[in-house]
């Protein structure tokens, strides 16, 4: 059993703290912010969420995502309270983007399907039928069994099992990774592990460079009919009206919606590499739900407009090489403790959530079977 102190209390590190705890571990959570809060700088409240793996020629995300998959399925058939719910998920291609290049167009998009179509259950291409049903010229869908995460929900169930091992959470906001050696009770830890998220860029010891925030922009509306498919269907579609897909190697803009069955529903939305802006952008939000208007008719009222709820900006923990999972060979200065990296999900923080907690916990599992061998091999 090793102590270690989880940096970090947005998914990616509640989930990595459980695992570690399932093991056997002795943990303490830290971080600046806390479930409850609401901070640009705290991505994971603003999420949509769903699962819906971008993964493309990423063998590690697809492991994170498939892991997590399976775990969401279990939670959804059995743990209401976790906020996890079975969606199907219809994802669309128009025909103004069936040519794109597979990096352009991305994993969901793609005319062979996505890595992930024997993983999920009902996975069902769209009849022609189905694709004209829905306005505008399209190539090809496909269906599956998805899943929606209610945020806060779901961070709230994270807390409610990590206090079931004791572990409660610190506010704490740290300067330098150094410092974190200072916050398990019961003295030095054995490793830190750093979930921080977008903010990694400004953590003192680490600053990593590669780290950038994904700004993303959704609309919450009122869902006056939140059965209305029995399982409610979540939508997605390649691109905009009028523009293609990827306007340009950083900037994305597409239509999706998640029912989140709780009478709200998700309108987004967009990707945008590299930018900071922490308000609302009016004309984009206006885009979004003229889109949906098109697509989500159903959830108009009388006036033929959604009943706004709130707009939501996030920024999403980007990373240029994917997500960053893996141990510092040296320990931090004058000490014998070791750094563990777990950030850079971008957007698939929750969908990859329990894949990179478990990936993490076997990290630290492999570094002591390693540290008992040397023992034992210096012993001969
Ligand atoms: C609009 C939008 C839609 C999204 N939709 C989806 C979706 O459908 N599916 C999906 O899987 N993902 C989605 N995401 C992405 C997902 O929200 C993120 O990948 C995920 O929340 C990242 O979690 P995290 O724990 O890495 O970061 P965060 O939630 O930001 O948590 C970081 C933690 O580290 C702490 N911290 C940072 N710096 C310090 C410091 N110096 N000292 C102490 N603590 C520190 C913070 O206070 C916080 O507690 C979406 C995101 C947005 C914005």
């Not at 209305?228 to 691109?239: E, Q």
Request: aromatic share 10%.
């Amino acid at each position: 059993m090793a102590k270690v102190v989880v940096v970090g209390a947005g998914v990616i590190g509640l989930s990595t703290a459980l695992a570690l705890a399932e093991q056997g571990h002795d943990v303490a959570i830290i971080g600046a912010f806390l479930p409850g809060d609401q901070h640009i700088e705290y991505t994971s409240p603003w999420a949509g969420a769903n699962w819906m793996s971008f993964a493309l020629n990423q063998p590690d995300v697809e492991k994170y995502d498939g892991e997590t998959y399976k775990y969401f399925y279990k939670l959804a058939e059995s743990v209401p309270q976790a906020g996890i719910t079975f969606r199907n998920n219809v994802i669309i291609t128009r025909k103004s983007d069936a040519d794109l290049p597979d990096k352009q167009l991305g994993s969901l998009f793609l005319k062979r399907g996505p890595w992930f179509k024997n993983l999920v259950k009902n996975y069902t291409p769209l009849t022609a039928s189905e694709l004209r049903s829905y306005p505008g010229e399209m190539a090809y869908g496909y269906k599956f069994l998805s899943f929606n995460i209610n945020p806060s929900v779901y961070l709230a169930w994270l807390v409610s099992q990590l206090s079931n091992f004791g572990i409660r959470l610190k506010r704490v906001k740290l300067a330098h990774i150094n410092d974190a050696v200072k916050y398990h009770p019961k003295g030095t830890p054995d490793y830190v592990v750093n979930c921080t998220g977008v903010m990694v860029s400004t953590l003192g010891g680490i600053n990593d460079p590669n780290a950038i925030p994904i700004r993303g922009q959704i609309v919450l509306v009122r869902d006056p009919c939140p059965n209305r498919f029995g399982l409610d269907t979540m939508l997605s579609i390649s691109g905009v009206d009028g523009s293609p897909w990827v306007q340009s190697e950083t900037r994305q803009e597409l239509f999706y919606s998640m029912s989140r069955g709780d009478g709200t529903t998700v309108l987004g939305g967009c990707f945008v590499a590299g930018d900071y802006t922490d308000s609302v952008d009016p004309r984009l939000a206006d885009r979004i739900v003229a889109r949906a208007k098109q697509y989500l008719p159903e959830l108009l009222n009388e006036q033929g407009e959604f009943e706004i709820i709130r707009h939501v900006v996030g920024w999403r923990p980007g990373r240029v090489g994917g997500p960053r999972l893996e141990i510092e060979s040296a320990p931090l200065p004058g000490t014998n403790v070791k750094v563990v990296h777990n950030y850079g999900a971008g957007g698939g923080g929750y969908q990859g959530s329990r894949g990179m907690a478990v990936t993490v916990a076997h990290i630290i599992e492999n570094d002591i079977a390693s540290k008992k061998s040397l023992k034992g091999s210096s012993k001969l």
